[in-house]
């Protein structure tokens, strides 16, 4: 069974990651550098660690797209996408699940740090 996370220290225990130590190693970096971070282990737990193949074009890979919304503070969820990509570089930030994406971007935590992320 899929394992949901409703915060973010269940994606630390889910990668057996000390929050404190984590957050302390990464304090020294810019707060979207930090953000990224801690995103890159959200996504992966969604993934359950499993690594998105760029060059499997029978993998369909999501990722989130966000408008901004001035009244509400910052990014927004708004809709997601897949579609083939024509890269050599790979993403850390793509969910290989649909549900698993709107899961993660209804998680008002999670939104705060894409926001971070992004802002």
Request: some cysteine; charged content about 20%.
């Amino acid at each position: 069974m899929k394992q949901k996370f409703n915060n973010l220290d269940e994606i630390y225990a889910f990668h057996n990651i000390n929050r404190e130590e984590f957050e302390q190693s990464i304090s020294n970096l810019s707060p979207d550098t930090q953000a990224y971070e801690i995103l890159k282990l959200v996504v992966s737990a969604y993934n359950n660690n499993e690594k998105v193949d760029f060059s499997n074009w029978n993998q369909t890979k999501y990722e989130p797209w966000f408008d901004y919304a001035y009244s509400a503070g910052g990014f927004v969820y708004i809709a997601y996408v897949d579609w083939d990509a024509y890269t050599t570089v790979g993403s850390r930030l793509c969910y290989l699940n649909l549900n698993d994406l709107k899961e993660a971007t209804s998680n008002d935590e999670f939104m705060k740090i894409y926001n971070q992320y992004l802002n």
